[in-house]
């Protein structure tokens, strides 16, 4: 016996009907196992809803929501009654599994693996009188408990929709009771141009959502293109902040060298006049006397010291 890998809530699909508008409700899953779960959703009735999405990966205890929309009905059927009914599929995957790597095939049984599968049934309801008093386009908040399980009928699936009947949510059903992929964009323009009775208006709407669906994706576009153009401002000013402390701090080792230099310069020019005044002292001493053979040495030295002195301070 399997347990139970997903519970559902509500377990019904309630929809307000009011003619020529659309009707949507908001269904949970909850993932009450260890392992990762995929799901796929199927209808009777494919030409007339939209479930978004219609497959998915649900995380170990975690839940996942898909909206189901009923699309625009010009009349009710007698007495509210519907017959449509829904499928919920779920069937444990790899960790890795993506919501790409989702394929039909997974939720075959004929390999022995175990597929859960719970009948969902839909009711029509009329527009309450006051809107305050029930939920707006029949979406539901009141979740049961997460320890409120299904029954086991409901667990294993005994209350299958037969091949002929059910259909993926977005495809559509044909004549041989296979089912094939959803309508292309390029179809369904054809389809706007020359649209059979029957799917007149759900085509218009679906060409609306898909209007709606392109402007979203061009406002994302923008905002992460602004977004990317912001760090590259960030980054350029963090990188000019940069490189202007750098040359900063070379301007500051420069003063300091001119400084430094400027000192030196100032101390020589005194050594400078020091020695020349010594000098003057020297040779007014001397002028009085008569040279008899030549100069006295210690006048020579003296003159040589000096001049060499000079030289050295006018060379540097």
């Known amino acids: 016996m399997y347990s139970e890998l997903v519970e559902i809530a509500p377990r019904e699909l309630k929809f307000i009907f009011e003619p020529k508008k659309q009707s949507s409700c908001s269904i949970r899953l909850i993932n009450k196992s260890q392992n990762h779960v995929a799901f796929k959703v199927k209808t009777t009735s494919p030409k007339k809803y939209c479930v978004r999405p219609n497959t998915g990966i649900i995380n170990p ?32 995957v790899a960790e890795e599994t993506v919501e790409e790597d989702i394929t039909s095939a997974m939720f075959s049984k004929d390999d022995g693996k175990y597929v859960q599968e719970n009948k969902m049934r839909v009711i029509l309801v009329s527009p309450p009188s006051s809107p305050v008093l029930s939920p707006i386009n029949g979406v539901h908040t009141d979740l ?6 299904p029954r086991e009928d409901q667990v294993h699936g005994n209350e299958n929709i037969s091949s002929q009947q059910e259909g993926d949510v977005n495809g559509v059903h044909s004549h041989s009771g296979r089912y094939e992929e959803s309508l292309t964009r390029d179809q ?15 085509v218009k709407e679906f060409r609306k959502e898909n209007d709606n669906m392109q402007m979203e994706g061009k406002h994302v576009q923008l905002e992460k293109r602004k977004h990317d153009e912001e760090m590259e401002l960030v980054k350029d000013v963090a990188s000019m902040k940069s490189k202007i402390s750098e040359l900063e701090r070379k301007l500051s080792e420069a003063k300091d060298t001119i400084s430094r230099l400027t000192e030196e310069r100032k101390l020589t020019a005194q050594e400078r006049d020091s020695l020349q005044r010594e000098l003057v002292m020297l040779t007014s001493k001397k002028g009085g006397r008569k040279a008899r053979v030549g100069f006295p040495l210690l006048y020579v030295v003296t003159v040589a010291f000096i001049s060499m002195v000079f030289g050295y301070l006018l060379h540097y």
Not at 69 to 79: H, I
Not at 144 to 149: A, H, V
Not at 188 to 202: A, G, I, M, T
Request: overall charge negative; charged content about 25%; some cysteine.
């Open 61 to 92: 205890r975690e839940s996942c929501d898909f909206t189901v929309t009923m699309q625009a009905q010009k009349a009710p059927p007698p007495d509210m009654a519907c017959k449509d009914k829904f499928l919920v599929q779920c069937t444990v």
């Open 144 to 149: 049961p408990s997460y320890n409120d399980s």
């Open 188 to 202: 369904v323009s054809l389809l706007d141009q020359n649209p059979p009775k029957e799917l007149d208006e759900n």
